[in-house]
Structures are given as C-alpha cells and as structure tokens.
C-alpha cells in the first residue's frame, strides 16, 4: 500500500558540477562545452606573448590588452566551473574570442611575428573554436532571460541577475552589442533599454566619440520603429522595458502561458493542492516493501508525480563518463522533419541500455515506480542546457504527422505514454519544468524524478500536460528522459469504460452525483 506522510524538508545537497564535453562546434547551447573551449584561450594567449617578445617596441595597447585578458582570465580561474554559471561571462568569453581576437589578429598583422601571427589564426581556424554565431547565441540567451523572467538591463549589466551579484559589470560597447542584437530581432523595448544603459555607461572621451554616434542612430531606429508600434507599453519619450503582467493570465497564448509560469505569475491556488498527498510508495512491487519510494503527488488530473531521491551520484558518475564526447545540438520534430530550432537550445545525446548495466538498473527502477513495462522503451536521452538555455512549451507525445511523414522511430512500439524526466543536477537559477494548463513549476532537484501520463488511457494525446524546461538563469542543467512507448501497456494501464480523453472521472463523478439528487 502507499503509506502517506506529511511533506517532508529536503536539505539542499552543494556537490560539484559534472564536467561533460561536446563534439559539435557550438557551444552556447551547452554549459560545460563552453568550460571546454574556455581552454583554447590559453593557447591564444600563448601565441600573444611569443608576438609581443618579438615585437618589444610595438604599440602599448597589445600589452595593455593582454593584461586585461590575463586579469579576465585568472578571475575566472579563481572563480573555477562556477564562473561559466553566468551567462554574463559566458557572453565575454563568447566575445573575447571573436570580435576582440580578431581586432587584436589586424593589429599583429605586420611583417615582424609572422610566426606567431600564423599559429594564432590557425588556432582561431579550428572547428571547435566559437564563431560569430557563437556570440550571436550568447546574446540571444541573454535576451531570453530577461524577456521570460523580466529582469532589469540595468541590473543585467550590473551583473545582477534576479538578485544575485556575481560581479561581472558590462561596459558601454557590450551594451551596444546586445542592443543591436535585439534591435535586430524586433525586440525593440529591451534595445531601447540596452541602448540607453550603453550610454549611461559612457565614462571615457574615446567611448563618447567612438561610441556615442552609433547609440543615437541605432536609438532613433527604435524610436522610429516604437512609433508605429500599437503595442508599446508607454509614449516613445518613455519607454518601458517589459509589458506589463495581464490581469487575466488565464487567456493567454501558449507561449505567455509557459513564459509566465516559469516566471511564477502562474502558479497553483490552494484549492489547487487541497487533496494533494506524499508519503512512500511500496504497492507497485514487492521489492518496495523494503526499499519504499518518496513520492509527491502535484496533480492528480492529469497524474504528475515527483518522486524524490531515486538516483544515485555513482549512477551519475557513470552517466558521465558515458556521454563524455557524444552530445551534439538538440533538434525538434517539425511538419515533416526534426530540425535545429530557437525553441530548444540545448545539446543531447541517446545511449541504449544495452551500453551499461546501470540504464539497465535505472530502467528497472523506472518500471517499480510506474508500474509500466520498459521493454518498448526508448534509448535513455542525456540533454544539458547551456546559456539561457531552454526547451519552449511542447508535447512529449507524437502527434499524427509525426507517424505519417516517418520521423518517428520504431513506430510499432506505438506513442509515448509516458515520461519520467530525472535531474541529475541541481541548478542554481531558473532552468524549471513548468507546466502552464496545470499550474506547475517543477524546479530541479538533484537525484529526483518527475513522473506523468502523456496519453489519456484512450490513447489520445493529453494537452494538459503541455511543458517546456525554463531558461537557466546560472548554473547547469542536466536531465535524463525515459520516454516511454504504450506498445504492451495494455494490462499495466487498461482504458477505462468511458473516453476519458472528452471527460475525466472527477467530471464523470460530478454529473453522477448530480443525476442521482435529481432522482
């Protein structure tokens, strides 16, 4: 039987992060490839210095700019894999190695070092080192971030990302750079906001002069783009940075919806939790009367379930060390194809069970919490959320053009009927599991488990379980998704007398004792 408690306190565990690396040359996508290519740059600067001892007499500003990028540098290794939880360092770093490298490549380029000038654009050839894009995506995560949790550009670039300092300050050019970024992307109030702190930033007389004429054009195209803009919150003169919150968050787009409950504006009442229960699950088999599960109910129609404490760090050791080198950009399923997409910036993996006794092991733990047969489940897939990285609300399940235009594999073993979403790490800001229709914001807890139906016992889709992984605000994300198909699920969960798909049984309930009153 499952014997309830009431809700326990979990104390918050500080284990080290994971170091895991990537193949693919992107790196914004995915935290701990950026740790990775953070390397290169000690290679660069090693091509820096052999130039300057060639070059002893040459302009001041190269050894200027190597102390500065030196100082940079030890900060971040005093800092160690906690310094890549910002997403502000993750930009400079992005930065650095594009736009600042290539001015200081023109500025090498002569006929004395041609050595070291070679060495150092051979290294910036290679294809693992970040790119143009790489900055681009940087940006856009930062973007991300304050649109969906509403942050201040003032505080953004005073390093402070909702209330936490981590000392990283913006200048007037980066600030200009991500205005332009988002002038670019229509994102027009946070480019006004992120132009006008570029200019409160100006300190020195060469920024004025360099940078002061590019901010007044790039302010005027906003200005002139607001003005035709119905839906700007404020007259052009004034200007607000985020639309205000809707006094009715119950009318929204899908998109607001998810958006919205990762910020925390939608969350559940308690009318919402009355009912809820916790406690120890041992009825589902008999190896649980010795070794009960802790299990959280957070909904009951549809069933979401967070169980707590079911993975071991050993478990995640291994898992380390068998993804190490194998996670690439995350696609998703479109029209007719699986593409790269804006609304999932993350990178993942698949490994089959068959690798390793412990996805074996972990399966079967799976089928003791659930009750589910995995024999028709789907190889185990490891995702990592990079900067402000994010997967926008989606179904779990496959919706029927999936099946038509063959992008689903194994399309015998039927949808997915379920899906158990463990987190292998805690995250230190944002990156939650929100799910908008049902009020729930799931943040990630270390060794614990999310368990819920994707299909009606009908076999029709759920739309109540729309989801989407919030963005990380800091911190890194890794996650390990059990999807589960409904091929031989029949007797584990048998469809019910009724569609339950057009009414549920609480429904079904209620018109019951409403028919027998009138009776």
Known sequence: ??????????????????????????????????????????????????????????????????????????????????????????????????????????????????????????????????????????????????????????????????????????????????????????????????????????????DHHQLQPQIAEKLAQVKARLSNNQGVNGTVEKIEEHSPVPENLTVLSEFDAYRYTCSGHIKPTPSDQRDLRCGYLTETHPFLLLAPL??????????????????????????????????????????????????????FTFIPKTRHKVLRTIDQRVEDMTGLNLMFAEDHQFSNYGVGGHYAQHMDWFYPNAFETNQVANPEMGNRIATVLFYLTDVAQGGGTAFPIIKQLLKPEKYAAAFWYNLHASGVGDTRVLHGACPIIAGSKWVLNRWIRENYQSDKRPCELWDDSQISLSQLLELSRRASKQI
């Open 294 to 347: 802790k299990v959280e109910e957070l909904r009951t129609e549809p069933l979401l379930l967070l169980y707590h404490e079911v993975l071991y760090q050993s478990e995640i050791d291994v898992i380390t060390k068998l993804t190490k080198n194998k996670i690439e950009r995350a696609t998703v399923t479109g029209q007719n194809s699986s593409t790269v997409s804006n609304a999932r910036t993350s990178q």
């Open 1 to 206: 039987m499952l014997l309830w408690t009431e809700k326990w306190s979990l104390t918050a565990l500080l284990l080290p992060l994971l170091w895991w690396s990537c193949v693919n040359g992107e790196f914004y996508s995915s935290i701990h490839a950026m740790s990775k290519v953070f390397g290169y740059e000690q290679k660069l600067l090693q091509h820096m210095q052999k130039f300057i001892a060639d070059n002893d007499s040459k302009l001041d500003f190269l050894k200027a700019r190597l102390e500065e990028f030196e100082r940079e540098r030890n900060e971040a290794l005093q800092w160690g894999v906690a310094y890549f939880e910002s997403p502000l360092n993750k930009y400079l770093l992005s930065k650095r190695l594009t736009l600042d490298w290539q001015r200081i490549a023109n500025l090498m380029a002569a006929s004395t070092g041609e050595k070291s000038l070679s060495r150092l654009h051979q290294l910036r050839q290679r294809k693992h080192m970040p790119n143009e894009a790489e900055l681009e995506g940087a940006i856009d995560g930062l973007l991300r971030l304050q649109s969906i949790y509403r942050l201040q550009t003032k505080h953004v670039a005073a390093g402070i990302l909702d209330g936490v300092s981590y000392g990283t300050q913006l200048n007037a050019e980066h600030c200009l750079d991500i205005g332009q970024q988002a002038l670019r992307f229509e994102h027009l109030q946070l480019a006004h906001a992120w132009l006008m702190e570029a200019n409160n930033r100006l300190t020195t007389a060469e």
